[in-house]
Each structure stands twice: as C-alpha cells, then as structure tokens.
C-alpha cells in the first residue's frame, strides 16, 4: 500500500513538473512564484518556523531590509520560482543554464591544479540544484554529496536530473568512504553544510549566535586529505537570471588536535554561509529547523 501511495505521490509531482516545464519561460517562473506565494499562505507550520529561525538570526546580527513576514514570503516566492526552473530543464530547456552568469572559475581552477582534491562547500542558497547544474553545464562536474528521499520514485526521477551535465551523486549513507576515494584521486565533491544533523555527525558550535549540531565531515574530510576548500553560492538577479560564483579558496586551519581542528573549521566554513545569508536573507531555507540544539526539535 505504502508503494502505491508512493507511486502516486511521485506521479502527480512529475505530473505538475511536466506542466510547468511545459509553459513558456516567463510563464512558467510566474506560476512557479504564483504557487510559492499560495504555499506562504497554507503552510502555517512551516510559515511559523521560518519566522522564528529570523528572529533567532535577527538577535545573532541579522538585518533585514523588510519585515520577518515580507521575508518569509519571498523565501516561499523563490522556492517555487525553483521548482519551475528545475521543471524546465527536466523536460528538455536546457537553454535556461545559459542565464548563469558564472565567474570566479579562477579560484576554482587554481584550487584544482594543487591535485589534492577541490570539496566544494555551501548551503541551501538560492536555488542550489541549479548552481550544482551549472557547475557540470560550464565544464566543472563534481560529485554531490545528497540525502535520498523517501520516495524512491522520485528520487530515481531527482537523481536523473542531478546527473543530466554530468555529476555524480553520492548518497549520505556511505558517503564518507566514497568521498574520500574521490578527493585522494584530485576529483572534485560539493556538500551542503547548512542544515542541522545528528550528533554522531555533528561538532558543536555557533551560527548566528546560537549553538547548533553543525556537519563535521567537511572540515574532517580537508584535513585528512588536503583538499582544497572552496565555497560556491548563487544569487536570483530577477527575469530569469543568476549569478553563481566560486569564492577563494579558505585556508584550512590545522593544530595536532584533531577535534578542536574540526570544530575551529567548521565554524570558519558556515560564516561563509551566514555572509551570504545576511546579504541575501530571502535566499536561504528558513523552513528547516536549524537551531534545534538551543531552541528544542520542535520549536
């Protein structure tokens, strides 16, 4: 039964994503902003989340040119402009990857040349299924790090479309062995590191302010190989467009104690994440609950 349900959840969403990558462009990013919009409105719960991650960001140094309110329904504005751009190149607009304006591949080609390996870092920014698109689509193909999801359908039909340019997808439950082949052999891996985890996973520190369960295996991951740490983000210009750009390399800090290694880095690496937040504070997945070791799992 849970199969069929399964089959039919995953059926009505790529349904809804043939539709969407159906329309006309234009039409497409507006009824993708139109849905986003009608989402604010009828997810309460995760409405009310969103809102309380601002204020805790907000007492961590957060400005906001707009109101919490405005800002959360921007956020909810900008997932379903999203989820109509991956509609779009799911079903063949390849074209769209062309209104990414990508620069700094500099920072990453001279990361590269050092042959121990690029980890590619950042958070859950703009519409970062696209970024990981535009990586392989201008010639830089790496390996994402991902969580498979429930649905194996749709996971199935996500992972066709994480692959379509040429990336690889590796999944959490064996990812840490795999990435390590990878980065010893001078190859290229992107992590999302923004999201709360468990605590066999995590090093304690602070984002915002606020202590959080914060992913350790990337600041692992660069000091037992030497790869090169570069963060990638990316940024909705408006009309369609993107700016997505490779950051300098970060220097990875390294003592003899492994642990404190970890944690120092760590927390190094998310202020790369908060940078961008605070810059581009409706571009961030506010939904999630970020700040569950301070705040309690259902805050």
Not at 91 to 119: C, N, P, Q, W
């Given at each position: 039964?849970?199969?069929?349900?399964?089959?039919?959840?995953?059926?009505?969403?790529?349904?809804?994503?043939?539709?969407?990558?159906?329309?006309?462009?234009?039409?497409?990013?507006?009824?993708?902003?139109?849905?986003?919009?009608?989402?604010?409105?009828?997810?309460?719960?995760?409405?009310?989340?969103?809102?309380?991650?601002?204020?805790?960001?907000?007492?961590?140094?957060?400005?906001?040119?707009?109101?919490?309110?405005?800002?959360?329904?921007?956020?909810?504005?900008?997932?379903?402009?999203?989820?109509s751009e991956l509609s779009l190149?799911?079903?063949?607009?390849?074209?769209?990857?062309?209104?990414?304006?990508?620069?700094?591949?500099?920072?990453?080609?001279?990361?590269?040349?050092?042959?121990?390996?690029?980890?590619?870092?950042?958070?859950?920014?703009?519409?970062?299924?696209?970024?990981?698109?535009?990586?392989?689509?201008?010639?830089?193909?790496?390996?994402?790090?991902?969580?498979?999801?429930?649905?194996?359908?749709?996971?199935?039909?996500?992972?066709?479309?994480?692959?379509?340019?040429?990336?690889?997808?590796?999944?959490?439950?064996?990812?840490?062995?795999?990435?390590?082949?990878?980065?010893?052999?001078?190859?290229?891996?992107?992590?999302?590191?923004?999201?709360?985890?468990?605590?066999?996973?995590?090093?304690?520190?602070?984002?915002?302010?606020?202590?959080?369960?914060?992913?350790?295996?990337?600041?692992?991951?660069a000091i037992k190989t030497g790869?090169?740490?570069?963060?990638?983000?990316?940024?909705?210009?408006?009309?369609?467009?993107?700016?997505?750009?490779?950051?300098?390399?970060?220097?990875?800090?390294?003592?003899?104690?492994?642990?404190?290694?970890?944690?120092?880095?760590?927390?190094?690496?998310?202020?790369?994440?908060?940078?961008?937040?605070?810059?581009?504070?409706?571009?961030?997945?506010?939904?999630?609950?970020r700040w569950k070791l301070s705040?309690?799992?259902?805050?």
């Amino acid at each position: 039964m849970q199969s069929i349900l399964r089959l039919i959840e995953a059926a009505l969403c790529i349904f809804i994503m043939l539709i969407f990558g159906s329309l006309p462009k234009r039409l497409s990013l507006m009824a993708g902003e139109f849905l986003g919009l009608c989402l604010f409105f009828l997810l309460g719960k995760r409405r009310r989340i969103a809102l309380k991650n601002i204020e805790i960001a907000q007492n961590g140094g957060l400005a906001l040119s707009a109101s919490p309110s405005k800002t959360v329904r921007s956020h909810f504005i900008s997932l379903g402009r999203s989820f109509s751009e991956l509609s779009l190149i799911s079903f063949g607009r390849d074209s769209l990857m062309k209104d990414i304006a990508f620069e700094g591949a500099e920072h990453y080609k001279k990361a590269k040349e050092k042959g121990r390996g690029v980890l590619i870092i950042t958070g859950h920014c703009g519409n970062w299924e696209l970024l990981s698109l535009a990586c392989s689509w201008n010639g830089f193909p790496l390996s994402v790090v991902a969580r498979q999801l429930n649905n194996p359908y749709l996971n199935r039909f996500l992972e066709r479309l994480r692959t379509k340019f040429g990336n690889k997808v590796v999944y959490k439950s064996g990812a840490l062995k795999e990435v390590l082949g990878i980065l010893k052999k001078g190859g290229t891996a992107g992590i999302l590191m923004d999201q709360s985890v468990t605590e066999n996973e995590a090093v304690i520190t602070e984002f915002f302010g606020e202590k959080v369960y914060a992913m350790k295996i990337p600041a692992l991951l660069a000091i037992k190989t030497g790869a090169a740490v570069v963060p990638i983000f990316i940024k909705y210009l408006g009309g369609g467009r993107h700016r997505a750009w490779f950051e300098e390399e970060l220097k990875v800090m390294e003592t003899e104690i492994t642990e404190a290694d970890a944690v120092s880095n760590t927390k190094f690496f998310l202020s790369c994440i908060e940078k961008y937040i605070k810059e581009n504070p409706a571009e961030w997945l506010w939904i999630h609950r970020r700040w569950k070791l301070s705040h309690g799992r259902r805050y």
